[in-house]
Nanobody
Framework: QVQLVESGGGLVQAGGSLRLSCVAS????????MGWYRQAPGKQRELVAT???????NYADSVKGRFTISRDTAKNTVHLQMNNLKPEDTAVYYCRMTTALYDYWGRGTQVTVSS
């Protein structure tokens, strides 16, 4: 059974930092893309950042220069370092991992940034 478990969310003041982690278990094939998405109340889920198996990264314009995605392929783990957080970063953050055939999502972790 595949399971993605996110951790590291919480409440932080504007300008602060958080580090999210997501660990996958039960995935038997290579994970091509790992990524983070977020969904704020009343809004659609949106891409935050992705990283490929070749360590190519992609970021939403709103987080460029503030967030850094990284992965540990051997441990099926992806991290998201979030610096200089803003109130508009408040959302549930979801981990996503994609293999050649399947797409897996975590259940999310809440990030709340107070002004």
């Amino acid at each position: 059974q595949v399971q993605l478990v996110e951790s590291g969310g919480g409440l932080v003041q504007a300008g602060g930092s958080l580090r999210l982690s997501c660990v996958a278990s039960g995935i038997r094939s290579s994970i091509n893309v790992m990524g983070w998405y977020r969904q704020a109340p009343g809004k659609q889920r949106e891409l935050v950042a992705t990283i490929t198996s070749g360590v190519s990264t992609n970021y939403a314009d709103s987080v460029k220069g503030r967030f850094t995605i990284s992965r540990d392929t051997a441990k099926n783990t992806v991290h998201l370092q979030m610096n200089n957080l803003k109130p508009e970063d408040t959302a549930v953050y979801y981990c996503r991992m994609t293999t050649a055939l399947y797409d897996y999502w975590g259940r999310g972790t809440q990030v709340t940034v107070s002004s």
